[in-house]
């Protein structure tokens, strides 16, 4: 963990992990950018919108055995409403990611693609793709606002912008994100959760609870 101040205002910011690359001053709401600890301001995010999340940054869980901490959210807004994204730092080195809307939740992890990643115009709710040795079928196709950030994140997220996102389905819950935001789509592999599975501590009370 390294701490530095902000150069916005001042207040001390914390990096938990060594691979995070953008934090949010709690402050002022900078968005800083590390180049090794020496600060760019970028701008500040916008307020989080009250969803009613019971999770926060600092929260800690458990998945398939091994802990992790809560240690940034992106909050994003799609046709019917809210999605929360927190980033997750594994205590075996591993990032990943925790969806999270109205109660469901869906644990992800990037991955490279084991061959190039249809267009988002050549795909249908329906279609049927092969991916790292799964078998998926297109669920949703629909396009997500970056409404704003929150604690540490491993890329400088795109506020304020839109991009296409592709849900796909396999057997057993597990799913596959095609994420179209960047010239080079993104591939998340993961499953829908119980929450009691992820063994959450550190929860916080919602605002009029």
């Known amino acids: 963990m390294r701490e530095a101040a902000c150069p916005s205002c001042g207040a001390p910011v914390t990096f938990r992990s060594s691979v995070s690359l953008l934090s949010v001053c709690p402050n002022c709401k900078s968005q800083l950018f590390r180049k090794d600890l020496d600060f760019e301001a970028l701008g500040k995010a916008a307020a989080l919108i009250e969803d009613g999340s019971v999770i926060q940054v600092g929260t800690e869980g458990r998945w398939q055995g091994v802990p992790f901490t809560a240690a940034g959210r992106l909050q994003m807004r799609f046709d019917d409403g809210l999605w929360n994204e927190w980033f997750l730092l594994f205590d075996n080195q591993d990032q990943g990611w925790l969806g999270e809307a109205q109660g469901t939740y869906a644990v992800s992890f990037r991955r490279e693609p084991d061959k190039p990643l249809p267009a988002f115009s050549e795909l249908a709710v329906g279609k049927r793709l092969a991916l790292m040795g799964q078998r998926f079928e297109v669920a949703d196709l629909r396009t997500a606002s970056y409404l704003s950030a929150q604690g540490e994140l ?37 499953r829908y959760v119980k929450a009691e599975e992820l063994a959450l501590t550190n929860l916080r009370m919602p605002e009029g609870w």
Not at 158 to 167: C, N, Q, R, V
Not at 174 to 189: H, M, N, R, V, W
């Open 154 to 190: 491993p890329f400088r997220p795109p506020l304020g912008e839109k991009a296409p996102l592709a849900d796909l389905a396999a057997e057993g819950g597990g799913f596959a994100t095609l994420d179209y935001s960047e010239e080079k789509p993104l591939l998340f592999l993961g």
